[in-house]
């Protein structure tokens, strides 16, 4: 087990609580206790010894504050080598006593960032001596105890009692590999923000950061296991009802805001199933804006997630109830709504409704590689549209197109989306090829929805390699259709949608998404 005994403790928390269940068990086992600061105070307040940093090293705190533990009595004391004899000797000669346990936690610097203090106190708030102690207990696990959180106190205190004011080398082992993921969080954190201040955006080198939320039962499969990070304190989603949420439900989730994303607020309802919308309407009745998205394609919509961009009342929940969803996320729920849905105990209902969409970054993993980009935020607007062909498009046609293409954004490529009434009718998405796309797309449309397909309007993520596809579309009854151009045979598309008397617009970006 190699035991090791504590005679010695330096403790610096910022965090102070549950001191007061740690104290006990330090004086039981005669342990000498070493501080500064508040925690100091804090602890000679709870009627315990303890001895100031200043006057065990001799040297008065600097700066105000900033120079207090950096000192060599404190890291020789810390970093030195117990069966080392050489390093025996050193610290005999220079009067310098072990110190076997680090108790540390830092500067609350993620907390005044997520209060937008002021970058003063920003800086002040960014830990040195904390960090610094920490690194030197977790290197030196062999010997010294570390903890860097009040949550493992009972651990402690468990070790204590259990090998008789020792720790083992198995938990020192567990508390270092503890305090190296704190540090590197720690400084992740001030990284990222320094990289944010100066529009960094792609560095040389670059961290990621995350606190664990929650194990989930398993990821995309049974025989996965997965658990979610939270990149801030708070996700801003809060579960009012049902199970768990599972790899699978976040992802869906996300998909499903997304969706919403450049929806104005209290109009939109989207349905998604496996990442993809598989049904989207724009309407300001909220009952007719579910039933229209529920029409799109209500064989996928099964089973699938609902988002919707306002507070959901109770006739919109009532027709929500007679379908099978696994989630409903929506900016609120009133009174009824939450009675009606919630005797569906397993329905997981969300309200996101202080949800932000701030993050401009997105990253996706490649084994030991990961790739960043921009999230695609540009904004879709009609007066930057191209019209391509001599038949001119409505003021309505264009508003339809731009919902067309605010859907199709959001789908999975090559994507294709019709739709009519700012309701989409058929969806086309994933597929290797874009003729594909526009016959599954076209293929919903006549199964769910034939009567809308006249006079409809068609979006694709991406150019017309070929005609074939448009020639689908307009076989279909599509009169118009927006894409970003840009192929080589733009010239026979635009002929092929003049020759059929139809409008066609360019929207000039390619909105691919995989």
């Given at each position: 087990?190699?035991?090791?005994?504590?005679?010695?403790?330096?403790?610096?928390?910022?965090?102070?609580?549950?001191?007061?269940?740690?104290?006990?068990?330090?004086?039981?086992?005669?342990?000498?206790?070493?501080?500064?600061?508040?925690?100091?105070?804090?602890?000679?307040?709870?009627?315990?010894?303890?001895?100031?940093?200043?006057?065990?090293?001799?040297?008065?705190?600097?700066?105000?504050?900033?120079?207090?533990?950096?000192?060599?009595?404190?890291?020789?004391?810390?970093?030195?080598?117990?069966?080392?004899?050489?390093?025996?000797?050193?610290?005999?000669?220079?009067?310098?006593?072990?110190?076997?346990?680090?108790?540390?936690?830092?500067?609350?610097?993620?907390?005044?960032?997520?209060?937008?203090?002021?970058?003063?106190?920003?800086?002040?708030?960014?830990?040195?001596?904390?960090?610094?102690?920490?690194?030197?207990?977790?290197?030196?696990?062999?010997?010294?105890?570390?903890?860097?959180?009040?949550?493992?106190?009972?651990?402690?205190?468990?070790?204590?009692?259990?090998?008789?004011?020792?720790?083992?080398?198995?938990?020192?082992?567990?508390?270092?590999?503890?305090?190296?993921?704190?540090?590197?969080?720690?400084?992740?954190?001030?990284?990222?923000?320094?990289?944010?201040?100066?529009?960094?955006?792609?560095?040389?080198?670059?961290?990621?950061?995350?606190?664990?939320?929650?194990?989930?039962?398993?990821?995309?499969?049974?025989?996965?296991?997965?658990?979610?990070?939270?990149?801030?304190?708070?996700?801003?989603?809060?579960?009012?009802?049902?199970?768990?949420?599972?790899?699978?439900?976040?992802?869906?989730?996300?998909?499903?805001?997304?969706?919403?994303?450049?929806?104005?607020?209290?109009?939109?309802?989207?349905?998604?199933?496996?990442?993809?919308?598989?049904g989207v309407s724009s309407l300001k009745d909220q009952n007719k804006s579910f039933k229209n998205a529920m029409r799109s394609d209500?064989?996928?919509?099964?089973?699938?997630?609902?988002?919707?961009?306002?507070?959901?009342?109770?006739?919109?929940?009532?027709?929500?109830?007679?379908?099978?969803?696994?989630?409903?996320?929506?900016?609120?729920?009133?009174?009824?709504?939450?009675?009606?849905?919630?005797?569906?105990?397993?329905?997981?209902?969300?309200?996101?409704?202080?949800?932000?969409?701030?993050?401009?970054?997105?990253?996706?993993?490649?084994?030991?590689?990961?790739?960043?980009?921009?999230?695609?935020?540009?904004?879709?607007?009609?007066?930057?549209?191209?019209?391509?062909?001599?038949?001119?498009?409505?003021?309505?046609?264009?508003?339809?197109?731009?919902?067309?293409?605010?859907?199709?954004?959001?789908?999975?490529?090559?994507?294709?989306?019709?739709?009519?009434?700012?309701?989409?009718?058929?969806?086309?998405a994933g597929q290797p090829n874009r003729l594909d796309s526009c016959k599954i797309a076209i293929e919903k449309a006549l199964k769910?929805?034939?009567?809308?397909?006249?006079?409809?309007?068609?979006?694709?993520?991406?150019?017309?390699?070929?005609?074939?596809?448009?020639?689908?579309?307009?076989?279909?009854?599509?009169?118009?259709?927006?894409?970003?151009?840009?192929?080589?045979?733009?010239?026979?598309?635009?002929?092929?949608?003049?020759?059929?008397?139809?409008?066609?617009?360019?929207?000039?970006?390619?909105?691919?998404?995989?």
């Amino acid at each position: 087990m190699n035991l090791k005994k504590i005679k010695k403790a330096i403790i610096s928390v910022s965090d102070k609580n549950n001191l007061k269940i740690l104290l006990p068990i330090l004086k039981k086992n005669k342990i000498q206790i070493i501080s500064s600061g508040g925690t100091y105070y804090n602890i000679k307040k709870l009627g315990y010894k303890c001895t100031e940093i200043s006057e065990y090293t001799n040297h008065v705190e600097m700066l105000d504050g900033r120079v207090k533990t950096l000192h060599p009595k404190i890291y020789a004391g810390i970093l030195n080598i117990r069966n080392n004899t050489k390093h025996k000797n050193e610290l005999k000669k220079l009067k310098i006593s072990n110190i076997d346990l680090v108790i540390v936690n830092f500067y609350p610097f993620e907390k005044k960032l997520i209060h937008n203090n002021k970058l003063s106190d920003l800086i002040e708030n960014i830990d040195i001596g904390g960090p610094t102690m920490v690194r030197a207990a977790a290197k030196n696990y062999n010997d010294v105890t570390v903890l860097t959180e009040p949550e493992d106190y009972n651990k402690l205190i468990y070790e204590l009692k259990k090998n008789k004011g020792s720790t083992s080398l198995k938990f020192r082992q567990l508390m270092s590999a503890k305090a190296f993921s704190q540090t590197s969080y720690y400084e992740s954190v001030i990284s990222n923000f320094f990289n944010d201040v100066n529009n960094i955006n792609f560095p040389n080198k670059k961290t990621l950061h995350g606190k664990i939320k929650d194990n989930l039962r398993y990821g995309e499969n049974p025989h996965q296991k997965a658990a979610i990070y939270q990149t801030e304190e708070s996700m801003n989603l809060e579960q009012l009802n049902g199970k768990k949420l599972s790899f699978n439900n976040y992802n869906d989730i996300n998909s499903a805001l997304l969706s919403l994303k450049n929806f104005q607020k209290n109009n939109g309802i989207a349905i998604v199933k496996h990442a993809n919308p598989c049904g989207v309407s724009s309407l300001k009745d909220q009952n007719k804006s579910f039933k229209n998205a529920m029409r799109s394609d209500p064989i996928s919509a099964f089973g699938g997630v609902v988002a919707i961009n306002s507070e959901i009342k109770s006739k919109v929940a009532k027709e929500i109830s007679k379908t099978f969803f696994e989630i409903i996320i929506s900016r609120g729920f009133s009174k009824n709504s939450l009675n009606i849905l919630k005797k569906k105990k397993n329905l997981r209902l969300i309200n996101y409704k202080k949800f932000n969409f701030d993050k401009k970054i997105n990253y996706t993993f490649l084994e030991n590689s990961f790739l960043k980009q921009e999230n695609d935020e540009t904004e879709l607007k009609i007066n930057k549209f191209k019209c391509v062909t001599k038949k001119k498009p409505s003021l309505i046609q264009l508003k339809n197109l731009k919902f067309a293409m605010e859907v199709c954004r959001n789908v999975k490529s090559n994507a294709i989306v019709i739709a009519n009434n700012f309701s989409t009718i058929g969806i086309g998405a994933g597929q290797p090829n874009r003729l594909d796309s526009c016959k599954i797309a076209i293929e919903k449309a006549l199964k769910f929805s034939p009567e809308y397909l006249p006079y409809s309007v068609a979006a694709s993520d991406a150019f017309f390699p070929f005609t074939d596809g448009v020639e689908e579309l307009i076989k279909s009854g599509v009169q118009a259709i927006i894409q970003p151009g840009g192929s080589v045979r733009d010239k026979e598309v635009i002929k092929l949608a003049n020759d059929k008397n139809i409008t066609m617009v360019f929207s000039k970006t390619r909105h691919f998404k995989h």
